[in-house]
Every structure is written in structure tokens, then in C-alpha cells.
């Protein structure tokens, strides 16, 4: 009994780690983004102080989206077997799911650049959005690299 209780201790711990590890992964790349972002768009003390907690609380809500519709599908998926086993309802669920995240992650774009209309030029928020493309792009090509085998 006690053998069995110290295997499933040490594959938590191990779980644990991984999802620290994660975790600290997510916060680097965040830091790395807001280091990024502030440099491209060369904000003012004053806009920065009402840009930042404005825009972290829009990336809150879109992650929830992307988080809650992904657990959705996935929930989904795991009742029927796979997309294969689906009716035609059951498809018209998950679409219609897909598209009501889609309709809150558009809206929720639209309620942030009013906001920040209100302190950031429309250059600039032009400029976040190709600021944010092009550090995605970096951070996956980055990542790619590390990634790939070695020749």
C-alpha cells in the first residue's frame, strides 16, 4: 500500500513540475510581449499608465474565450468519439459555439479600441496590432528553431 501511495506522490510531484514549468513559460513570454510592445509603440508615461491594465484585462477576457471554447470542443469531442461520430445537430452545435466565441472575441476587439481610442491615437493602435502579429511571428520562429533537429 505504502509503495503505491509513493508512486502516485511521485507522479504528481512530477505533473507538478510540468505545469510550473509551464507556467513560468507563460509569464516569460508575457513579460517578453509587454518589453516588445512598449519598445514598438514608444508609449508616453502617461499612455502607458492607462494603455496597460486596459489591455492586459482584454487579453484576459480573449484567452478566456480561446480557453473556454477549445474545453468546450474538447468535451464535446470526448462525448461522441470524434468529429466522425457527429449528427448533423451535433454539428450545428459546435458551429454555432464556434461562432458565438467568435461574435464575444470581435466584440470584445471592438469595446478595447473604443476604450483605448480614448488615449491612443488610431496609429498606434494600428501599430499594436501589427506590433502583436509581428511578435508572434518571432516568438514562432524562435520556438521553431529550438524545435527542429539539428542537421
Known amino acids: 500500500m505504502k509503495k503505491y501511495l509513493l508512486i502516485i506522490a511521485m507522479f504528481l510531484s512530477v505533473f507538478y513540475s510540468f505545469g510550473q514549468d509551464r507556467k513560468k513559460s507563460r509569464q516569460k513570454i508575457k513579460a517578453l510581449k509587454i518589453a516588445f510592445l512598449t519598445q514598438e509603440l514608444q508609449l508616453t508615461s502617461l499612455e502607458a499608465e492607462k494603455f496597460w491594465p486596459l489591455y492586459n484585462i482584454h487579453q484576459e477576457k480573449l484567452e478566456l474565450y480561446r480557453d473556454k471554447g477549445r474545453s468546450e470542443i474538447n468535451r464535446r469531442i470526448k462525448q461522441v468519439g470524434s468529429f466522425n461520430n457527429l449528427n448533423d445537430e451535433e454539428a450545428k452545435d459546435f458551429l454555432n459555439l464556434k461562432l458565438d466565441l467568435e461574435r464575444k472575441t470581435v466584440l470584445e476587439k471592438e469595446r478595447f479600441l473604443k476604450n483605448a481610442s480614448k488615449f491612443l491615437s488610431y496609429k498606434k493602435l494600428m501599430m499594436l496590432q ?22
Do not use: W
Open 130 to 151: 501589427v506590433s502583436e502579429r509581428e511578435f508572434t511571428r518571432k516568438l514562432m520562429r524562435k520556438y521553431g528553431r529550438e524545435r527542429r533537429p539539428k542537421e
